[in-house]
């Protein structure tokens, strides 16, 4: 199906632009949501006639997407979930989870917005792209950790999984030799020689 375009698509085009695409994508996605129109002689000519005012919505919707991403660009979120030994989550953190912690925390975002093309299912620091009109990004910082605690260390740059290993090897290594000092694992001779 040919459609005209009313705001820039990624891959596809820019305003104005006369693009062919499949039917379920045009009747779906683009014509639903205004963002084409179909490319008949009469759609095109009223798209001329109100070009002018088109641009104009689009450039005003471009300005308040980017006072949003100005006050949510660099921002680090943080997210409590359960989670094992090895980081592994008990589920997933999703772009819905992620937009509503932004939302509570008084962004403006909507779930679509947040693009994750695969749903974050470790512990850590996660950046997480939020497109917020075609032309305007914003990169947040998704702090996902078992505790404020360990939010606060993972904050500061300290893998919490690795550390956790290490002081679990550590305390195994100072148990084991406080058992040599007090003479755990030795046999007495007891005088007996054969």
Do not use: C, W
């Not at 450039?59 to 979120?77: C, F, L, P, S, V």
């Not at 974050?120 to 009109?133: A, C």
């Amino acid at each position: 199906m040919k459609v005209v375009l009313l705001e820039r698509v990624e891959h596809l085009g820019a305003i104005g632009d006369v693009v062919t695409v499949k039917d379920g994508f045009a009747r779906n996605f683009l014509l639903p949501r205004d963002k084409a129109r179909r490319a008949t002689a009469a759609n095109l000519k009223a798209f001329e006639v109100e070009r002018a005012a088109i641009e104009a919505r689009n450039e005003k919707n471009k300005a308040d997407a980017q006072k949003i991403a100005d006050k949510i660009d660099g921002q680090t979120y943080v997210m409590i979930r359960q989670a094992g030994e090895t980081g592994q989550l008990y589920g997933s953190v999703a772009g819905r989870d992620v937009a509503e912690t932004v939302q509570a925390e008084g962004g403006k975002i909507e779930r679509s917005q947040v693009v994750l093309h695969t749903p974050i299912k470790t512990l850590g620091v996660h950046d997480v792209l939020v497109r917020l009109h075609a032309e305007v990004l914003a990169t947040v910082k998704v702090n996902v950790a078992r505790s404020a605690d360990e939010a606060e260390r993972q904050a500061r740059g300290e893998d919490v999984i690795r550390s956790q290993f290490d002081d679990e090897r550590l305390a195994a290594e100072q148990a084991a030799q406080d058992m040599i000092a007090g003479g755990a694992g030795q046999q007495e001779n007891l005088g007996q020689e054969a």
